[in-house]
């Protein structure tokens, strides 16, 4: 071997050299800073050798009893401060909202958004899309009765299918998206899809593998060591799956664009694209194209995945518990009887919202929370975090928060009920997160988790396939960018 051969291997030795360096000052600099205490690293890797890299949520809620409500881990080069609680939590990104406000770099989400966009956005950036984005969502009726409206048009359309199946075993996941995405796909878009059109079904398809794969230990590696990029084949995946989708959605508001009347906008695509053209010519403007396109993903994907995840949980946990799915059958049959369920029926209906709480509780669906960053220097319960350090607001510790929950791994409705049965909200219920980057999409979502369970409950019984009893059905969630339920078949019983 000549000495050209070995300039490779060379470079690579002073690299992880001055790594591991840069590592051990960094370490020591934050220790004399009283940040907050934790694992001791291992060069290069950091902690990565202790943690579950499919659950990392299950690692740290361990080092949390070790550590406290306040702790700190080291993904491979990557300082990260973890909160634990609800309280702690809270302080974070309610009491000090602006200075938790920020989302850290992440090459994977870097390559995808390129810092345009809602959800990984920051700065000036994401201030200017998040304003717009919900005062249009509103403009178009989030949270209004035209949307309402839209949520019973597209109940009727997925009840059709589930009882066309006359009550034999399916696989519902497909069909609870499409009926989900409909509805933000009427808002951005001003239309819906029939659930077998092949373009919506691939859609459907690439956000669905997209959502999985980001939380896979692959990309949380590439997240953390990004030299380590050429190794890894997932995140390369999941780049050619958010170019289909963006090629998707720029193809759509191109069409928009052909008929766009600025005095009848269908569509949040048409209030985007009315928007883009009286900021035409301004210097550092916003309503750029690439911007479109991310904020649009963003909220599709949103907007899809966490309500229609909840929903499949929702349905196991009825097959789970016969008896829970027939106490808010009854209440159902009080209420609303024959009528189809409305938004203010839920108030005349505590044990079933209590349930539909419950369901978004235990299924603990974003354990980790999206990523946060400090955008200033901060003390938190007496240690410093300096500025631009990565902050998980664990969700997992709050919704499980044993000061906070009597039963918190159970699946238990009481939660939100006080002794005469009526509905208690809790402070520590925050699975939409909280502060300033909590979602934007809370009340949609919570209007749609309402009208699609109840609706189903209302017109069917859900039951597991013959041959399989209760107790073989599996709550362990799978893992990925989502905690989803297991794929399962189901019974949908018509009820008479």
């Given at each position: 071997m000549d000495w050209v051969s070995l300039v490779p291997v060379g470079l690579l030795f002073i690299l992880i050299?001055?790594?591991?360096?840069?590592?051990?000052?960094?370490?020591?600099?934050?220790?004399?800073?009283?940040?907050?205490?934790?694992?001791?690293?291992?060069?290069?890797i950091g902690n990565l050798h202790i943690m579950n890299l499919k659950k990392p949520h299950l690692t740290m809620l361990e080092l949390s009893k070790t550590y406290g409500s306040v702790f700190s881990i080291q993904m491979g080069l990557r300082k990260t401060v973890v909160l634990s609680g609800y309280?702690?939590?809270?302080?974070?990104?309610?009491?000090?909202?602006?200075?938790?406000?920020?989302?850290p770099k992440l090459p994977v989400f870097e390559e995808i958004s390129k810092g345009k966009g809602v959800i990984f956005s920051a700065g000036e950036n994401w201030k200017v899309m998040r304003r717009f984005t919900l005062t249009t969502l509103r403009d178009f009726g989030m949270g209004k009765k035209a949307v309402e409206d839209r949520v019973v048009e597209e109940y009727g359309c997925l009840a059709d299918i589930i009882e066309s199946h006359k009550g034999k075993p399916i696989e519902m996941t497909l069909m609870v998206n499409a009926a989900v995405a409909n509805v933000i796909a009427s808002i951005l878009l001003g239309k819906r899809y029939e659930?077998?059109?092949?373009?919506?079904?691939?859609?459907?398809?690439?956000?669905?593998?997209?959502?999985?794969?980001?939380?896979?230990?692959?990309?949380?590696?590439?997240?953390?060591?990004?030299?380590?990029?050429f190794l890894l084949k997932t995140h390369r995946t999941l780049i050619q799956n958010i170019k289909q989708i963006n090629t998707f959605i720029k193809i759509t508001f191109i069409e928009h664009l052909k008929t766009l009347d600025r005095n009848d906008q269908r569509s949040f695509i048409d209030?985007?694209?009315?928007?883009?053209?009286?900021?035409?010519?301004?210097?550092?403007?916003?309503?750029?194209?690439?911007?479109?396109?991310?904020?649009v993903r963003n909220l599709f994907i949103a907007g899809m995945e966490t309500t229609s995840t909840t929903l499949l949980w929702g349905l196991l946990l009825m097959m789970k518990y016969p008896e829970i799915q027939r106490k808010v059958q009854e209440e159902i049959e009080q209420v609303i009887g024959s009528n189809p369920p409305r938004t203010e029926h839920r108030i005349q209906m505590p044990y079933t919202d209590a349930v539909i709480h419950e369901i978004q509780r235990f299924a603990n669906i974003v354990p980790l929370n999206l990523p946060h960053e400090t955008t200033a220097d901060v003390t938190l319960k007496g240690y410093f975090i300096p500025?631009?350090?990565?902050?998980?607001?664990?969700?997992?510790?709050?919704?499980?928060?044993?000061?906070?929950?009597?039963?918190?791994?159970?699946?238990?409705?009481?939660?939100?009920?006080?002794?005469?049965?009526?509905?208690?909200?809790?402070?520590?219920?925050?699975?939409?997160?909280?502060?300033?980057?909590?979602?934007?999409?809370?009340?949609?979502a919570k209007m749609e988790l309402f009208l699609f369970f109840t609706s189903l409950l209302q017109r069917f019984t859900f039951?597991?396939?013959?041959?399989?009893?209760?107790?073989?059905?599996d709550l362990s969630p799978v893992e990925g960018g989502i905690s989803s339920p297991m794929t399962y078949e189901v019974c949908a019983v018509p009820r008479s």
């Open positions: 050299l001055l790594l591991i360096l840069k590592d051990q000052h960094a370490w020591k600099s934050h220790e004399r800073e009283n940040f907050p205490p934790g694992p001791r690293p291992l060069p290069i309280e702690t939590v809270k302080e974070a990104l309610v009491n000090q909202a602006d200075a938790f406000a920020g989302r659930y077998e059109d092949p373009t919506f079904k691939r859609l459907l398809e690439l956000m669905n593998e997209s959502t999985r794969i980001v939380g896979r230990p692959s990309v949380l590696v590439y997240n953390m060591i990004p030299v380590l990029g209030a985007f694209l009315v928007r883009q053209h009286e900021e035409n010519g301004k210097a550092n403007g916003y309503f750029d194209n690439e911007n479109l396109t991310e904020v500025k631009g350090t990565y902050i998980i607001p664990l969700l997992a510790s709050v919704l499980r928060d044993k000061s906070h929950w009597d039963k918190p791994d159970t699946f238990y409705p009481e939660h939100f009920l006080d002794s005469e049965g009526k509905f208690v909200k809790k402070e520590a219920f925050i699975p939409f997160s909280a502060g300033r980057r909590s979602c934007a999409g809370e009340t949609l039951q597991p396939p013959p041959g399989v009893s209760i107790t073989d059905l």
